[in-house]
């Protein structure tokens, strides 16, 4: 197992729930990018979603389009984002990564110079929102059966007929898109949802993690007993902008919604 199954493993023999949230690489800053990581695994942070900034992220709603845009303009590379994790690694930072980005990025470095790197630096895991089932074979052989880093599967509100495809070999945890469309419309979920998670729940050997749209612990709380944990993205980045990335304010933030969970 990698460190995403050890830390889910984990949760589940102490029957508590998990926590993820998402950040932009890159911002405010790279120095403070890292500070923001120490941060959220000293809160108590689960899992962490680093964002791999693209110039046309269409799963993603305008907060974190605009925190991509922004990273772009600072300079923020996937090279650099590898120099971010390898740094934080190095100062001792064991929490789950998970790099969430696009496939256009991936092949133009290099589809096994990615599995490479993200082996070498400690990235535990890949989501690639772009990327559908059918097309996933190069990358899928490029990571093999190896354990460093594994390739995380979304699942969709119309992906009713095609959950046991999808979920198939699927390693570390599935993550259901709650809403249609993209990320950050709070509170904006499928209006089957229940049934939705009820479904996937059913048919997931993985744990079953819920995203998009969830600001808080009590916005998840009717669908407590059909998830493993809970995603917390365009939220997050609106926090921290409005505050200017204080880290007291994450830390305050984490430990809430671990407490209310």
């Known amino acids: 197992m990698n460190r995403i199954e050890d830390k889910l493993a984990l949760l589940s023999a102490n029957q508590e729930k998990a926590f993820i949230t998402y950040i932009t690489a890159g911002l405010p800053d790279m120095e403070r990018c890292g500070g923001l990581i120490h941060t959220l695994e000293e809160a108590g942070l689960d899992i962490l979603e680093l964002g791999v900034p693209f110039s046309d992220p269409v799963a993603d709603g305008p907060v974190i389009q605009d925190a991509s845009y922004r990273s ?16 934080v690694r190095s100062e001792g930072v064991k929490l789950p990564i998970v790099f969430m980005m696009y496939y256009n990025t991936i092949v133009h470095y290099g589809i096994d110079a990615v599995v490479a790197k993200c082996a070498e630096v400690g990235v535990d895991g890949l989501i690639v ?26 699942v969709a509100p119309v992906s009713a007929d095609r959950i046991p495809q999808i979920l198939e070999g ?44 969830i600001t808080t612990a009590e916005d998840v709380r009717p669908m407590r007993d059909l998830i493993d944990g809970a995603i917390v993205g365009s939220h997050f980045i609106k926090l921290m902008e409005g505050c200017d990335y204080d880290f007291d304010v994450a830390r305050k933030y984490v430990r809430d919604f671990k407490e209310s969970f």
Do not use: W
């Open 170 to 213: 699927a390693r570390g945890f599935v993550y259901c898109v709650s809403a249609m469309g993209v990320t950050g419309q709070s509170g904006q979920y499928h209006r089957e949802i229940l049934s939705y998670l009820e479904n996937v729940k059913r048919q997931s050997s993985i744990p079953v993690m819920m995203g998009f749209g």
């Open 72 to 87: 772009i303009l600072k300079g923020t590379t996937l090279r650099k984002t590898f120099d971010l994790v390898a740094k």
């Open 129 to 154: 929102p772009d990327l559908p089932m059918e097309e996933q074979g190069a990358l899928k052989a490029a990571l093999g059966d190896r354990d460093e880093t594994i390739l995380l599967q979304l």
